[in-house]
């Protein structure tokens, strides 16, 4: 009988332990999300945009949300997000929340349904070292998102001493630092993709530093590296964590939310509660596609402690 009452004590104080920051007020980042993130429009056409503002409360501001036009003879914009196309061209609508996040989507506006009204790119990753090469490819559609054959390219690198790019599509890592890739047909530019470039020497890399959740104490860096095609999230020898009953290693999109399929993937479980350690991340998963490193209390979806990769 006393064996059982250590048990059961044992078990609650466990339980309390994992579910007592239920309670308390989550602290999220404010999140702007605008939807899409490009338009194609004829004369004449609307189309709206979707934006959605919450702030560091979960509480939704949307309707606080600031719309422009960086070119307005070309398309208007009210502030439900209807966008109103008036003349050939692009303009780039911009949504600004009350603090300091800022979205915005790339409208094209043509006369004709069967011109050029959209440039899609696409590269096989965001990250490459001096040295090494990327093959960009193109799609070209119309305003009916069909597509255009026998189209000329041509591609555009905003800083060709980081990153240069040729006529096909090519492009050469030169230097450390960051640029952007666009490609334009008849005068329609595509939405850029930047590029990451790292010295050969050493990969790409995010890091910050641990802070504990409510009573929890984590603390330590983690720094999230990219090394040629393999990226992994090394915990520094400072790393220290409060113990508790499976705890796992979590890439997050946001932080100390309760963590699913569909906003986090799961590194395994913690090795240690303290020094140097590290954690293959899955295949697939780019450097930027999360945001946050989570130490995460698997059975009471509880974040023991959690740090912004910046």
Avoid at 212 to 221: A, E, F, M, R
Avoid at 258 to 280: D, H
């Amino acid at each position: 009988m006393k064996s059982l009452s250590i048990l059961v004590i044992l078990l609650l104080t466990v339980f309390t332990a994992c579910v007592e920051t239920e309670i308390v007020p989550e602290v999220l980042e404010p999140t702007l999300v605008l939807n899409p993130k490009s338009v194609s429009l004829t004369v004449q056409q609307t189309a709206v945009i979707q934006a959605t503002f919450t702030d560091e409360t979960g509480t939704d501001r949307s309707n606080e949300l600031q719309w422009r036009s960086a070119n307005p003879s070309v398309a208007s914009i009210s502030n439900g997000g209807i966008v109103n196309a008036l003349a050939p061209g692009q303009s780039w609508i911009v949504v600004s929340t009350p603090g300091s996040l800022r979205d915005s989507t790339l409208v094209t506006v043509v006369s004709n349904p069967n011109q050029v009204a959209k440039v899609e790119i696409t590269a096989p990753q965001n990250t490459l070292t001096t040295g090494s090469t990327l093959q960009f490819s193109a799609q070209i559609r119309n305003a009916a998102g069909q597509n255009l054959s026998g189209k000329t390219i041509t591609w555009v690198s905003s800083n060709p001493t980081i990153l240069s790019i040729n006529a096909t599509g090519l492009a050469t890592a030169n230097a450390a630092g960051t640029a952007q890739i666009t490609a334009n047909a008849e005068g329609i530019s595509s939405l850029p993709i930047a590029i990451a470039v790292t010295s050969s020497t050493g990969g790409a890399k995010r890091s910050g530093t641990f802070r504990g959740n409510s009573s929890y104490n984590v603390s330590g860096t983690a720094i999230l590296q990219q090394t040629g095609n393999t990226l992994k999230l090394l915990f520094e020898d400072n790393f220290r964590s409060s113990n508790g009953p499976q705890l796992g290693v979590f890439l997050a999109k946001n932080a100390p939310g309760v963590l699913t399929a569909s906003n986090s993937v799961n590194l395994g479980a913690l090795k240690s509660t303290s020094g140097r350690q590290e954690y293959t991340v899955p295949e697939g998963v780019k450097l930027s596609d999360y945001d946050f490193a989570v130490v995460y209390c698997i059975p009471f979806n509880v974040a023991f402690g959690f740090t912004k990769l910046e």
